[in-house]
Structures are given as structure tokens and as C-alpha cells.
């Protein structure tokens, strides 16, 4: 059991990020592992085929101690929605003797294997050799899909903002994993690693930083210095992730409000932009963008901007709309 206790400056500093990285590593994780993840299955599928040429044993390794697994792989984001490239220049800059220090925690005592013998012997070249397996990776198993799955956790972020605004940060604890509780300003999480071991970590000015992940089965924290105090916590919805596309609106909805904001609407089952939802309905963003603005006035899609987007979803009234044009078609 990990406990994360909170004094009252440390609770004013949660914040929450998106992190390209941390989803790409527990990605390959549940590509070698299906069993971690039955929800993702589709995605597996595809992405065995797609990466079959790619090499991965080195994250693998870096990945497969049950004392604790490197962070350098995955440095933590400085602001909510960092780019994928951004988070390797990160990985890029990491100071050599923190490579080795990582790497030697996690298999101490063990031998090392040989794939990480570079990240003790010359890291610097180690860690760009990885840099560039991720970038290869990213490229043929996530890339295409990436839009669709910072949408979700994009989602997930706003939801749980809510929760913090309505019942404060122990409605927000109460909800995020079945590993995780909160008990009178002590956030308690099941530990998968360290061997089970109790460990308790008191938070300093930096707070907590939360992160959503599609892939992650479980919550996972970070909590080793320096990086900052973490906790990695499966997103909401991560079953609607990969259904087919939306079906056709209704009939009857398209006979209400015309076929294309019909379409508009059923799409709108979790939050998208205007750019996903035009690559969605194969129409242009400008023709997505007036209809959304005519749906908003009367009331069935709300907007929210979240860093340099802006996310669309239905109403209460657009659902009940959506739901009682289908029951009746």
C-alpha cells in the first residue's frame, strides 16, 4: 500500500495532464501482455501487424522489474497537453547519471539484462537510440489514432474537474480506480510494485499530479525524487474507445433537424473537435463548425475549450433528443 498524505497547501495543487509517452509505454505493455487488456483488443490486432518489424525488447526491459520500472522512459508533463515530440525532447535531455541511477533501482539485485548494458556503460546514445524507437513506434501503432484517444482522456480531465468544482478532492479520490481510496487527507493506492511493500510519501508544494490513461489496467504512481509526485489512473470510457464508427442518425431526427446536424449529434456520444468530427462525417470543418454553432444555441451541444481546442459534446437535452429519435425509428 502506497499513502499519499495531503497538507492543506498540497491539496490546493492538484493538477491534471495528458502524457503522449506514459500512453505510448503502457501501450506496448498491453501489446505484450493482451490479458492486461481485453478492452483493446481491436487496437492489438492491428497494431501486432503494424509493428512487426519494430524491435521492443529494450522497453520491455525497462519496463519489467517488480521493484520499480525507470520514469526517465516517460518524463512527467510540465503543462496539461504536451505533444509527443516535446516529452522526447524531455527524454532526450535527461542528465546521464539519472539514466544509470533508474536503470540499476530497478534491477538491483538481479542481472541486468543485456539490451540495457548501453544505459549504464554509454547513456547518452542509449537514451537516444530509445528516443528513436519510440518515435518508430508511435509512428506505426499510435499515431493514427492518437486524436481519438486524447479525446477521450481529454474528456476524462473535464469530468473530473467537475467533480472537484461539485464535491471537492474527496469526490474526486472516491471515483478514479478500485485501487485508490481517500481516507481524512491520506490518498491510499494498492502497490503494484516495490514488492508490496507500505510506503509513505508526504507532498511537498508540488502537489499531486494526475494523469488519465487509456492503457494503464490499474492506478500506478510515480514517486521516486525528482520527479514530480504522480499518479497514472485508468480513464473513464476507455470501452467506447474502439466501437465502430457512429451509425447513420435516425430517420427521425433527420427529418427534425436535418440529416447533417443529426449526424452531428450522434456522433457527439463523448467530446470531439470540430477537426475529428469532420474527418468522422467526411465534411469540411467549416460546414461541421456552423452547424455545431447552430446546435449550441438551441441548447443540445455544449463547448468547452480545453488548452488550444475546442471539445463539443450533447446535452442532457441533446441526449434525450438522440435517444427518443431512436427509440421511435
Not at 478492452?39 to 526491459?61: C, K, M, N
Request: charged share 20%; aromatic share 6%; proline share 6%.
Amino acid at each position: 500500500m502506497i499513502e499519499v498524505v495531503f497538507d492543506t497547501q498540497a491539496l490546493t495543487r492538484v493538477r491534471f495532464a495528458i502524457s503522449p509517452t506514459i500512453e505510448a509505454v503502457a501501450s506496448i505493455r498491453a501489446l505484450a501482455d493482451p490479458s492486461r487488456g481485453a478492452l483493446h483488443l481491436p487496437w492489438v490486432e492491428r497494431a501486432r501487424t503494424r509493428t512487426a518489424g519494430i524491435d521492443l525488447s529494450t522497453i520491455l526491459a525497462l519496463q519489467g522489474s517488480d521493484i520499480y520500472n525507470p520514469d526517465f522512459i516517460h518524463p512527467l508533463p510540465t503543462s496539461p497537453f504536451t505533444r509527443f515530440e516535446d516529452e522526447l525532447a524531455s527524454l532526450l535531455a535527461t542528465p546521464a547519471a539519472r539514466i544509470r541511477k533508474e536503470v540499476r533501482v530497478a534491477y538491483q539485485g538481479r542481472e541486468l539484462p543485456s539490451v540495457l548494458h548501453p544505459f549504464i556503460d554509454e547513456p547518452r546514445v542509449a537514451v537516444r537510440a530509445l528516443a528513436e524507437l519510440m518515435r518508430s513506434y508511435w509512428e506505426h501503432a499510435l499515431a493514427d489514432d492518437w486524436e481519438r484517444i486524447r479525446a477521450l482522456l481529454e474528456h476524462d480531465v473535464l469530468y473530473r474537474a467537475r467533480q472537484i468544482a461539485d464535491g471537492g478532492t474527496s469526490a474526486l479520490f472516491a471515483d478514479l480506480d478500485q485501487s485508490v481510496g481517500w481516507d481524512d487527507g491520506v490518498l491510499q493506492v494498492e502497490c503494484h510494485c516495490n514488492n508490496g511493500a507500505d510506503f509513505r510519501l508526504d507532498l511537498d508544494e508540488r502537489g499531486l499530479l494526475l494523469i488519465p490513461s487509456v492503457f494503464a489496467p490499474h492506478a500506478m504512481t510515480v514517486t521516486a525524487a525528482p520527479w514530480q509526485p504522480t499518479l497514472i489512473y485508468p480513464a473513464r470510457g476507455v470501452g467506447m474507445l474502439w466501437d465502430p464508427p457512429c451509425e447513420a442518425a435516425p430517420d427521425a431526427l433527420a427529418r427534425l433537424v436535418g440529416r447533417n446536424r443529426a449526424a452531428l449529434l450522434v456522433a457527439l456520444d463523448f467530446p470531439r473537435s470540430t477537426t475529428e468530427l469532420a474527418g468522422l462525417l467526411g465534411v469540411t470543418s467549416g460546414g461541421v463548425s456552423q452547424q455545431l454553432s447552430v446546435l449550441a444555441e438551441a441548447g443540445l451541444v455544449n463547448r468547452r475549450r480545453v488548452s488550444r481546442h475546442v471539445l463539443y459534446l450533447r446535452t442532457c437535452d441533446g441526449d434525450t433528443l438522440v435517444k427518443a429519435a431512436g427509440a421511435a425509428a
